[in-house]
């Protein structure tokens, strides 16, 4: 038997993130994979043009270190379609990832490992049981981590655990259903938990020979097209070097059919499952091609047999751990019609609890028309951005089960929260929350749930490598030199937080908000000269001598500076980034000057 600090099962992003923050943090820590990739999202499911924390203020902790280190080392940089601000090759994702691991001296990682069996005892995970190539192996811990995307290590203990639909009368979440809708209509019956995806890859090829008819003729997929033409369904995931993410949930290749075998204790089932998706998906990218006139052909992105497919589905929702606490739709929301943040999670001392911010608007995945969700998107810096919220420690453990804490999308939240809250940035930075609390409680020798959780906020915020955020302020993005003290002040006084996520009152009075042009320069700026038009309602263009470009900004002080009056027709010179897929021109810094 092998003992160890912190033991990590699963290959999730929130897993990696979780395993190298446990090590970064003291503790002797070993990461169990199934496959020879250790990204989740990020690299092995091929869901590279991540969605929320794009704002500059949100670009903390591991995920903004892992942002600014794939910008290094995209040669073309990450502005490529128009899904998201980021576009990255999967294999740049994982090499990152995988240098990382290998320089932790604490960090010990094992590809190739099947979970076979956990022995739980009196409230506690005793060990695990893996097989791999040198045979059947079993690891003892002070602490374990379910980092894997589906929750397979929490499935194999007693703790009971939630899969699927809620009724609206539990937690009187305003997008759930009724329970007697649940109970009489057989759509809740067939589709359990939201769709996923086989990601696969495509890549372009000389120009677009269009079809006639802007959709794909004779085909299961010919409504997928009809909403956004041929060229916008193919260019929402376009990639650096014409590399294409295809994960297109409108008719495209999102999954419906038999979810509940994912949960399957037999390995031939989950197999068929596995090899229905995969056809599925490679079956549209055959489709687009056929229609484009091969403009988009299949890509070279992943180890294996296919190269095209993704080494793991893309799992939008998991088994989900029954903790302390419970996010819910609630939880998410705006406080008020036009506010920017959900209520802090605030326990009995009135102290903060937040231990992650969450970005991401509500998006759920299932077939037919769109499941309707309470907003929480807000019109910011020329686009649409979603509402922060947080997530509190106790949503992370249980009672149940107390040596244990989810690092990935199987924490303790509902179904209809969990549309928020399963995407790539919260995910890595919710692990890098598991990973310290673990690392703390094995050097403070207590139980995950005695940790105090002003301790890990405070260890999160000044972490040397990743520093990051644990409340949702606006006003001051990473690269400020009060983000700290912003940080450290709303701790100490939460109630001086206002709707917008601004420290009020005279407590920050003396914190110097960002400049205009501070931000850092990154790299592919230029630098260009017009008339800007338009307004914060309808959004922003540059008009310049040779063309008219739609403009954004991930910049809270540009964003603030754009809104603040009506600039139109004031002639700017700026710094940015031209994103053609987009189409938009990302600013990052401007000067003003009279026409």
């Known amino acids: 038997m092998t003992q160890r600090d912190v033991v990590v099962w699963g290959g999730g992003c929130g897993g990696v993130a979780a395993a190298l923050q446990s090590a970064r943090s003291g503790a002797d820590t070993t990461l169990l994979t199934p496959g020879p990739w250790l990204g989740g999202m990020v690299s092995s499911a091929g869901v590279c043009a991540p969605d929320g924390h794009e704002l500059s203020c949100w670009q903390t902790g591991l995920w903004g270190a892992f942002l600014r280190q794939l910008e290094l080392e995209e040669p073309t940089g990450l502005d490529h379609n128009w899904v998201s601000c980021f576009g990255y090759q999967p294999q740049t994702a994982e090499q990152i990832l995988q240098r990382w691991v290998a320089t932790e001296p604490k960090l010990e990682w094992r590809p190739g490992s099947m979970l076979e069996e956990v022995e739980c005892c009196q409230g506690r995970i005793h060990s695990l049981k893996i097989r791999s190539t040198d045979g059947v192996e079993t690891y003892a811990a002070k602490v374990f981590i379910d980092g894997s995307d589906l929750g397979d290590l929490l499935s194999h203990t007693s703790a009971p655990f939630r899969w699927g639909w809620e009724a609206k009368e539990i937690w009187d979440e305003p997008s759930a259903p009724a329970q007697s809708r649940l109970e009489s209509e057989a759509f809740f019956q067939n589709q359990p938990i939201q769709s996923p995806t086989w990601v696969v890859m495509g890549q372009l090829h000389g120009e677009l020979v269009q079809h006639p008819v802007d959709a794909i003729p004779r085909s299961p997929f010919h409504r997928s097209t009809a909403n956004f033409g041929l060229e916008k369904t193919v260019t929402y995931g376009r990639l650096p070097e014409g590399l294409v993410m295809l994960n297109w949930p409108l008719e495209g290749n999102d999954w419906h059919q038999g979810l509940d075998r994912a949960l399957s204790a037999d390995g031939q089932v989950r197999a068929q499952l596995a090899r229905e998706m995969q056809g599925h998906s490679k079956d549209f990218l055959a489709a687009l091609s056929e229609c484009s006139g091969g403009w988009i052909a299949p890509g070279n992105a992943f180890p294996g047999e296919d190269p095209s497919l993704a080494l793991m589905p893309y799992w939008r929702e998991s088994r989900r751990l029954i903790g302390r606490t419970t996010v819910t739709e609630r939880d998410l929301l ?84 969990n549309g928020a809250t399963r995407l790539q940035p919260l995910i890595l930075n919710l692990g890098q929350a598991a990973g310290l609390a673990a690392a703390l409680a094995v050097r403070q020798g207590c139980a995950i749930g005695d940790l105090a959780v002003d301790e890990i906020q405070l260890a999160l915020i000044h972490e040397p490598q990743a520093p990051a955020a644990v409340l949702p302020i606006w006003d001051w993005p990473h690269w400020h030199p009060h983000w700290v003290e912003a940080q450290t002040r709303g701790l100490a006084q939460p109630d001086q937080l206002n709707a917008r996520g601004h420290l009020a009152g005279a407590s920050s009075s003396d914190l110097k908000q960002p400049g205009l042009n501070q931000a850092p320069n990154q790299r592919h700026e230029i630098d260009l000269s017009g008339v800007v038009r338009g307004n914060a309602k309808e959004g922003y263009l540059l008009q310049t001598a040779e063309e008219i470009w739609p403009l954004i900004t991930l910049e809270p002080a540009v964003h603030h500076w754009l809104a603040a009056s009506d600039h139109s027709g004031q002639r700017l010179n700026l710094r940015g980034i031209k994103n053609p897929w987009g189409p938009w021109i990302r600013i990052t810094g401007v000067h003003v000057h009279p026409i």
């Open 334 to 417: 705006p406080i008020s019609t036009g506010a920017l943040r959900g209520p802090l999670p605030i326990d009995a001392q009135g102290r903060c609890t937040s231990i992650a911010v969450g970005t991401y608007a509500n998006d759920h995945h299932y077939p037919g028309e769109d499941w309707p969700l309470a907003p929480k998107s807000v019109r910011w810096g020329g686009r649409w951005s979603g509402t922060p919220f947080c997530i509190p420690f106790d949503a992370l453990i249980s009672d149940s089960l107390t040596n244990l804490v989810m690092a990935e999308k199987g924490f303790s939240v509902s179904h209809m929260a």
